[in-house]
């Protein structure tokens, strides 16, 4: 992007909670503005390192992850607010979600749920915290009436003695998707599978998503569309042209891109790959 424009809110006691910063964004005229041009970029951006972004479903927050002096631990999480979602220049400065969900150690890639059902807001993110089964496994922090997150708490069904990590959840909230080594897996990393028959229940033992999706390579950072059809992921595969075998699919990213789509059986069926060396490249697989 080539440039910023942000409202500075005084957050006052609404400091640690989205609802209240929301509010109070909707309540307060622009009293304080700041132009972020291309040679400024820092609101969101700075010398800290900011990763993993993720979206609320209606596109006013934005979460992700930092190492910026003023948080809880080594990296933390943190949102930020815009009131008009088609106005990418109207993030307002983000907040640290607090304790609910950081900790002193490593807490990173969240992933915003919000149950059409039951109106529950979880996010769902990773940490390293002592008491997890791994290197980092998989935590959720339910939003509370007052906008804050938190206490955030194991999900253990998805967890393992390996590094899980950066969730990817169906809008139905029925399906999520996720990153890890742990044993049996096909390469460094890969993606697996869980499922749930209502929001209610626990997740499934999960599943390996198999050699249409994963490879002996590092394959990671799933994320779903908004209709839940389109999983896309990142992998550093080494590439080679396929012939096409599925019309309609199209890349998504210049450099290299795998597109896929299920064969009627429920398989997933890789149509075309293309690359420009062996770097982390982005995919792209479709439902039937």
């Known amino acids: 992007m080539s440039g910023w424009r942000v409202v500075v809110v005084k957050l006052c006691v609404f400091q640690n909670s989205l609802l209240g910063l929301a509010?109070?964004?909707?309540?307060?005229?622009?009293?304080?503005?700041?132009?972020?041009?291309?040679?400024?970029?820092?609101?969101?951006?700075?010398?800290?390192?900011?990763?993993?972004?993720?979206?609320?479903?209606?596109?006013?927050?934005?979460?992700?992850?930092?190492?910026?002096?003023?948080?809880?631990?080594?990296?933390?999480?943190?949102?930020?607010?815009?009131?008009h979602v088609h106005d990418d220049f109207d993030w307002q400065p983000p907040i640290n979600l607090s304790s609910g969900v950081n900790s002193p150690y490593d807490d990173a890639g969240p992933t915003f749920f919000q149950d059409d059902d039951t109106g529950t807001i979880t996010l769902y993110f990773t940490s390293n915290r002592p008491g997890v089964a791994g290197a980092a496994d998989i935590f959720s922090a339910v939003m509370n009436p007052d906008g804050s997150f938190g206490p955030s708490a194991l999900v253990p069904e998805l967890n393992s003695p390996g590094r899980d990590t950066r969730t990817a959840i169906r809008h139905d909230g029925l399906e999520i998707i996720f990153q890890s080594d742990r044993t049996g897996g096909m390469g460094s990393g890969d993606l697996w599978v869980s499922t749930r028959a209502t929001t209610l229940d626990a997740w499934s033992t999960p599943v390996n998503a198999g050699p249409s999706v994963n490879t002996i390579y590092f394959d990671g950072a799933p994320a779903h569309s908004a209709d839940g059809e389109t999983l896309l992921f990142y992998s550093n595969r080494p590439g080679r042209a396929i012939p096409r075998a599925w019309p309609g699919v199209i890349m998504i990213m210049t450099g290299a891109s795998t597109c896929s789509s299920r064969t009627p059986n429920g398989g997933l069926r890789r149509e075309y790959t293309e690359t420009n060396g062996n770097v982390n490249r982005f995919f792209r697989l479709r439902r039937p």
């Open 23 to 83: 509010e109070k964004a909707r309540r307060t005229q622009l009293k304080t503005h700041i132009e972020l041009t291309k040679h400024n970029p820092t609101l969101i951006n700075t010398a800290a390192v900011e990763f993993s972004p993720a979206f609320s479903r209606a596109g006013h927050w934005l979460f992700f992850h930092r190492d910026r002096p003023g948080g809880f631990g080594g990296l933390d999480i943190w949102a930020s607010y815009r009131e």
